[in-house]
């Protein structure tokens, strides 16, 4: 079996299909005319209204905060520490350990995290992100998701715009994703120890 092992270019991977959501999700953003001086005259240009806030997962979600960040590039920033923790009997639960939040209160949420396997670690995330003021709108950005994750998403946040770039059938015993891509946070970054 051949494992990816270039992080650079799995990084800049998961960057470009954030890039093309971003693009897609500023589509349906309202925007306001603005007039823009340019050296030769005045231009009238649709800009956005507001600007979103940028959430991501740590570490995994970092590639993919910088590929929305190409396009929201004055957006205000979120970042959570969800991680897995493992149980001796193989089950896991999702720890949130901190959280760094500027005011969302009637705000547009754009949430990254590569992998949308269980959907546990996003659920907690946004959990923690409505306890911080009343979102307006809430996207949610994958480079993969498992068919499992996605409903278990839509049950609990019904009102979350999911988007990825592509879905996988499976989950395996421990909750990843079959084929899936392996850990994104290892891919990007580098192998971690596991508590």
């Known amino acids: 079996m051949e494992v990816q092992n270039d992080r650079l270019r799995f990084r800049r991977n998961l960057e470009r299909i954030a890039e093309v959501i971003g693009y897609e999700i500023s ?3 309202e925007t306001e005319e603005k007039d823009i001086t340019t050296p030769m005259g005045v231009a009238t240009c ?3 209204k507001v600007q979103p806030v940028l959430a991501t997962i740590l570490r995994a979600g970092l590639a993919m905060h910088n590929g929305l960040l190409s396009y ?7 970042f959570l520490s969800a991680y897995r923790k493992h149980n001796n ?3 896991f639960e999702i720890l949130l350990e901190y959280m760094s939040c500027p005011a969302i209160d009637g705000r547009v949420v754009i949430l990254s995290d590569p992998m949308l396997a269980t959907g546990a670690s996003l659920i907690k995330a946004i959990q923690y992100l409505k306890k911080a003021g009343k979102i307006e709108k809430l996207h949610v950005v994958c480079a993969l998701a498992a068919k499992k994750g996605i409903e278990a998403l839509q049950k609990t946040e ?4 999911i988007w990825c ?9 421990k909750g990843y994703i079959i084929p899936g891509l392996g850990d ?3 891919l ?3 192998s971690k120890m596991q508590k």
């Not at 929201?72 to 979120?78: E, G, L, S, T, V």
């Not at 770039?165 to 015993?173: A, K, N, Q, R, T």
């Open 72 to 78: 929201f590039d004055r957006a205000d920033n979120a």
């Open 165 to 173: 770039g592509d879905i996988d059938e499976e989950l395996s015993p």
């Open 27 to 29: 589509k349906g953003m």
């Open 188 to 190: 990007a970054y580098g």
């Open 46 to 48: 649709r800009l956005l």
């Open 158 to 161: 019904p009102d979350a715009i």
């Open 184 to 186: 994104a946070g290892d």
């Open 89 to 91: 009997d193989g089950s």
